[in-house]
């Protein structure tokens, strides 16, 4: 298993930034897909955005134009920069890894709060 360890939620008001950062902890495969998820009360979790190693991303339509994924291949880090957040932004935000040796892994969530 891929230990994943999230950071960077937090408050902020409509129409602010944040940075969310996410670290594998254990060894990856060089082939492997990361990104982002999010939860917001009474919702399904959704997909944010994704990266693959070659640096290919998708977002969801609400991501597009606001949300940029990168990532650092040496670091095994990802990174989430979400700007002209709404106060729809507001989710528990998950990281997520998955390759085809070891499956999916998850984070234990974020806490993004936008407030009106």
């Known amino acids: 298993q891929v230990q994943l360890v999230e950071s960077g939620g937090g408050l902020v008001q409509a129409g602010g930034s944040l940075r969310l950062s996410c670290a594998a902890s254990?060894?990856?495969?060089?082939?492997?897909?990361m990104g982002w998820y999010r939860q917001a009360p009474g919702k399904q979790r959704e997909l944010v955005a994704t990266?693959?190693?070659?640096?290919?991303?998708n977002y969801a339509d609400s991501a597009k134009g606001r949300f940029t994924i990168s990532r650092d291949n040496p670091r095994n880090t990802v990174h989430l920069q979400m700007n002209s957040l709404k106060p729809e932004d507001t989710a528990v935000y998950y990281c997520?890894?998955?390759?085809?040796?070891?499956?999916?892994?998850w984070g234990k969530g974020t806490l993004v709060t936008v407030s009106a």
């Open positions: 997520h890894y998955f390759s085809v040796q070891i499956g999916n892994c």
């Open positions: 990266i693959t190693t070659g640096g290919s991303t």
């Open positions: 254990a060894t990856i495969f060089s082939i492997n897909v």
